[in-house]
């Protein structure tokens, strides 16, 4: 079975500048997940998907970050304007369902720097 | 708040050599606990989970955890260790509350030829 698959996988971009993320989820998984991971931490969940709408986005920084997976499938995460701060490896996951027995399978990452 | 600590930024150890890695939980509750692997620029990479039964979870790659309720622990096991077997390890706990995956600071696992 196909993984999660992200694009693209580096990205170098100056502040005040945007950027966009993609994510295919592992086929058939009705929940995704994007996570920020700084270098030297763990992963912090941005936002969760389940289908098409949103459960969680409380993390997300709703001035500058946008996330959208429109038709239940693919997803895309924006930045606009970039931070420095925002210098990261973006992680896609999805699971097949929400439950807390629920596994989550991730990609292979965006790492974004931010000049 | 439910949270995980990894107590140890690296683990060194000699090939051949049982390696563990550690991981202490703080959940109100049943936790539900899981094991990572992230190996150079990768993503993540699911190992094991702990959900219920049994304290010792069999996972991927020859790894496994203990599940220690008296000592809040679920520390990552290999009888013998492969130079392979070099990457950054997380431990995670589900939060009761809202469900979301918690994520310790990682461990990286060092093993000598």
């Known amino acids: 079975e196909a993984g999660v698959a992200q694009s693209p996988r580096y990205k170098i971009i100056e502040k005040r500048q945007s950027v966009a993320f993609w994510c295919n989820p592992i086929?058939?998984?009705?929940?995704l997940y994007w996570y920020q991971q700084i270098l030297g931490q763990g992963p912090k969940l941005l936002i969760q998907?389940?289908?098409?709408?949103?459960?969680?986005d409380s993390q997300l920084p709703k001035d500058r970050f946008s996330a959208e997976r429109l038709k239940g499938v693919d997803s895309t995460l924006k930045i606009q304007p970039a931070k420095l701060e925002d210098s990261a490896v973006y992680l896609c996951a999805s699971s097949s369902g929400t439950g807390r027995r629920e596994t989550q399978y991730f990609g292979p990452g965006t790492r974004l720097l931010v000049l | 708040a439910q949270s995980v600590a990894q107590p140890e930024d690296q683990v060194n150890v000699a090939e051949g050599n049982p390696l563990t890695v550690k991981c202490t939980y703080s959940?109100?509750?049943?936790?539900?606990l899981f094991w990572y692997v992230q190996y150079p620029n990768r993503g993540l990479q699911f190992l094991l989970k702990y959900i219920t039964g049994d304290n010792l979870v069999k996972g991927s790659y020859g790894f496994e955890a203990e599940f220690n309720k008296s000592q809040t622990s679920f520390h990552l096991k290999k009888p013998s260790a492969l130079v392979s077997d070099s990457a950054l390890y997380f431990c995670a706990v589900r939060d009761v509350n809202t469900d979301k995956l918690i994520f310790g600071t990682g461990t990286r696992l060092q093993v000598f030829p």
């Open positions: 086929s058939g998984h009705a929940t």
């Open positions: 959940v109100s509750g049943n936790p539900y």
């Open positions: 998907f389940q289908n098409n709408g949103v459960v969680d």
